[in-house]
């Protein structure tokens, strides 16, 4: 991964049947096969491969099931592209065979909840994203409160950003994410967006992941998430200005343009 330009661009590639946005388009191991390399070309930096919805309401798909779906595709895209592969998922068997097959990164929802994902990132010296959520997919939307989300979500990453250290797991190859939609109102998104130079401001490297959330929908009245896009790259353009490394997206090729136009004139003003 090289920030040398500023922020990348994590294109996401869903093997599922019931993603919030794209469910059931990628679902077939060729059409993702394909999804895949088209988001390298459009300008991906990273792939994450996810087997499993955290939608609000999701059930847990097993780890065999998310195995079956994720490695066929990892493994041939790692002979056909050259971008680097993350696996999205907070199942240490999950990560394992994603590793095996071919997976550089673990991006867990859970933050290392299962210890273990730490130890094999730690043996494997692969990158990990930690991001905080209040609960669990099944519920987490049904009344998330917090008295201070920033300040709550910084505390959650920093304890754990310092135990992924401890793990053995290099500064350099940890990433917090504040995870947005995971238990958060739309005034808590848009806090937690409003000052991401706190994030950045640990010191750790910041990921996150806007792109067609329902807060989107919400402001600007776009029931369908591919609707979303002009609303993601304003999330995606204010997300660079607070110096955030990696913003994880949909729309690859699109938010590449917004990215590197961001990016330069982020040079420019330095
Ligand atoms: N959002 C989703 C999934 N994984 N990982 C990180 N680090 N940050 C995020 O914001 C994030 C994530 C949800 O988006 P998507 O994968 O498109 O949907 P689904 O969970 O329904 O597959």
Redesign the pocket.
Known sequence: MNFSTGCIVMG?L?V?P??????GQFFDTDRAIKHGKRMAAGGAAII?V?A????PG?KPVSADEQIERAVPVIEALRKKIDVPISI?TYNVEVAKAALEAGAGMI???TALSDERLGGLAAERQVPV?L?HMQGE?QTMQIEPKYDDVVREALQFLLERAKQAEQFGIDKGKI?I?P????GKTLEHNLLLLKNLDEFVATGYRV???????SFIGKITGKEKPSDRVFGTAATVALAITAGVSIV?V?DVAKMVDVVKVVNAMSRNSA
Request: no cysteine.
């Open positions: 996401v869903n599922t019931d993603s919030f946005s794209d469910g994450d996810g499993e919805s955290t939608r999701a999205d991006n867990d929802i994203v991001m997919p990433f994410d995870g947005i939609g995971f990921l996150v992941g806007p792109s067609r959330k994880r949909h």
